[in-house]
């Protein structure tokens, strides 16, 4: 923990504890102020990471039940969401197209199609990325693709930390990861956060159709500015790419051909997902359809569990319950519309300026936490905003999870992020540089698609 950490999380200790013993404000309840406190200082140990995520999503709920602020029935109750269930269901169906290299199959495929100069590889790279993205978390997508970067990026003999082109190379497969993560609920696990909290406070789900329709413009304009972007960012490189076209023809050989095992776990993702798009969201709760599909991967025998359990990440699950839970109580406690109040008064606020301001700042704090993290803090408040304002809380849940994971200026921002700053073909100020802009730029890509495009999808 470097000292900016530490500081943080001196300061976030001592507000928490201040709030605590303070007096009553006129207004607030007392279960609301114990909110504040606990979700300032688990805020703080996300931002701060002095403890796993998860152990965070622990301490919460059990916080809320030690303080009384919940009883511990209604705590555990808020941490056992469908969300929870729905990531875990998630996890195990992205684990089965990872294990059976079916991914890497799709992916091989995909960029074969780009092998005519190393820049078109970049923006194939992105686009694989991106799709990935959009049936699979975001995380594993690039995890997939990253081996196949480095490959290519050893065979030209690229420069760390010199090479323009490398640099393109591995922000083009971060950020297509990134900005495809919007298209659907799929690609990342702060949409299982955001869906959880709005079936909690409002009894509302959001179908994979209606989803992918309001993210798709997001993803489209995003795919398109980000070769702009990177390419005003670094300098052009001559690259001779004959080296990489071998690598590519040499993975794609390694993988045979397709097995009965292959077709049955395309068979069970293409029911899942058909199903999520007629009937998920309305007649049947997202998470019961993902848990189907993932006990069909283990009942057609082309699933055990010792090779999907390293990809269920259970820190991340372990904290959406706890921000889930305290995200409940932020609400029923009347806290979060008791701080609007003294914050905004009489103000008016139209609908259009809350929803797009829900999404810019959960995007400015998903920089410096992490996304999960960004939208635990920023949904609460917004729900409560909408409400006052009139703005629609599928719109408010829709805009705060497309924000917060629109973060592109810091290695620690996201995993993608991470996973291609480990290449150390990186430097922390070329994410500075090319993120920056990226995220103005994104910034108006959002409130575009806010202002014009969803009030014609009816959001």
């Given at each position: ?354 929803v797009a301001g829900a999404g810019v700042v959960a995007l400015l704090l998903s920089e410096f936490m992490s996304n999960a993290a960004a939208v635990a803090a920023v949904l609460p408040l917004a729900f409560t905003l909408g409400d006052r ?71």
């Open positions: 923990m470097n000292v900016v950490q530490g500081a943080a999380l001196i300061a976030g200790l001592v507000g928490a504890l201040w709030i605590y013993l303070a007096p009553l404000p006129a207004g607030l309840s007392p279960a609301g102020k114990t909110a504040f406190a606990v979700w300032l200082l688990c805020t703080t140990l996300w931002i701060t990471n002095f403890v796993p995520f998860g152990v965070t999503g622990l301490l919460a709920v059990a916080l809320l039940g030690l303080t009384r602020a919940m009883t511990p029935a209604e705590a555990y109750a808020a941490f056992g969401s469908s969300a929870v269930f729905f990531l875990i269901g998630i996890f195990i169906i992205a684990g089965a197209l990872v294990h059976s290299g079916l991914s890497k199959r799709c992916a091989l495929w995909f960029l074969s199609k780009f092998e005519r100069s190393p820049y078109a590889f970049a923006n194939g790279m992105m686009m694989a990325a991106a799709f990935g993205t959009v049936w699979m978390p975001n995380q594993a997508t690039t995890a997939m693709l990253f081996p196949i970067a480095v490959e290519v990026a050893l065979a030209l003999r690229l420069r760390p930390t010199e090479s323009n082109y490398a640099k393109t190379l591995f922000l083009s497969l971060a950020w297509g990861a990134l900005i495809g993560a919007n298209a659907s609920f799929l690609g990342s696990s702060r949409a299982a956060l955001a869906l959880g909290m709005l079936q909690q406070s409002y009894g509302l789900g959001i179908s994979f159709s209606r989803w992918m329709l309001a993210g798709l413009p997001v993803v489209l304009l995003g795919v398109l500015v980000t070769p702009i972007v990177l390419r005003l960012s670094f300098a052009k490189e001559n690259v001779p790419f004959a080296a990489a076209r071998e690598v590519l023809e040499h993975e794609v050989s390694k993988l045979g051909k397709l097995t009965r095992d292959h077709w049955i776990t395309l068979g069970i993702l293409f029911l899942t997902i058909g199903s999520w798009i007629v009937v998920g969201g309305r007649q049947i709760d997202l998470a019961v359809i993902a848990l189907l599909g993932a006990v069909l991967l283990f009942a057609a025998g082309v699933l055990k569990w010792e090779n999907v359990e390293r990809h269920i990440h259970w820190n991340i699950v372990l904290m959406y319950g706890g921000a889930i839970a305290l995200g409940v109580l932020i609400d029923k406690s009347g806290a979060a519309k008791w701080l609007l109040d003294a914050t905004l008064g009489d103000t008016h606020i139209s609908p259009l300026i809350a304002v009139g703005a629609s809380p599928i719109a408010m849940c829709l805009a705060t999870s497309f924000g917060a994971g629109l973060d592109f200026m810091f290695p620690i921002s996201t995993a993608p992020n991470t996973i291609v700053f480990a290449s150390g073909y990186l430097r922390t100020r070329d994410l500075i540089k090319a993120g920056s802009i990226m995220t103005i730029g994104c910034i108006l890509i959002l409130v575009i698609v806010i202002r014009y495009w969803w009030p014609i999808i009816g959001l």
